[in-house]
């Protein structure tokens, strides 16, 4: 599984949990964890997360498939979600935040 090799890797000292410094590991293993709050993992916050707790936080990408909430996520719901999110407007870098001289300012 995906989510235990990360907790395998990340955990340095072998001692099957993962300390704030270890949980580094997790946050640059995958951009889904860049942002993650390790107290959220630690469920029962004893300043360390045991394999059960990480593996417990649900998966934020997995409820953008599973958008029927059967907690199964089938290849029609993953193209489905492709297909939405290729026909979503594209942006252009057009408008605000351009370089250039502003409004008042001289020709």
């Known amino acids: 599984m995906y989510l235990a090799r990360i907790f395998i890797v990340a955990d340095h000292n072998h001692d099957q ?48 498939y599973d958008r029927d909430k059967t907690c199964r996520v089938t290849q029609t719901q993953i193209d489905a979600v492709k297909a939405a999110s290729q026909t979503q407007p594209q942006k252009t870098g057009h408008g605000a935040g351009r370089k250039g001289a502003g409004a008042g300012a001289p020709p």
Request: no cysteine; glycine share 6%.
């Open 17 to 64: 949990y993962l300390s704030d410094d270890e949980f580094q590991a997790v946050r640059a293993a995958d951009p889904i964890f860049a942002d993650a709050d390790y107290s959220v993992f630690d469920a029962n916050g004893d300043g360390r997360i045991s394999r059960t707790e990480f593996m417990s936080v649900p998966n934020p990408l997995f409820g953008i």
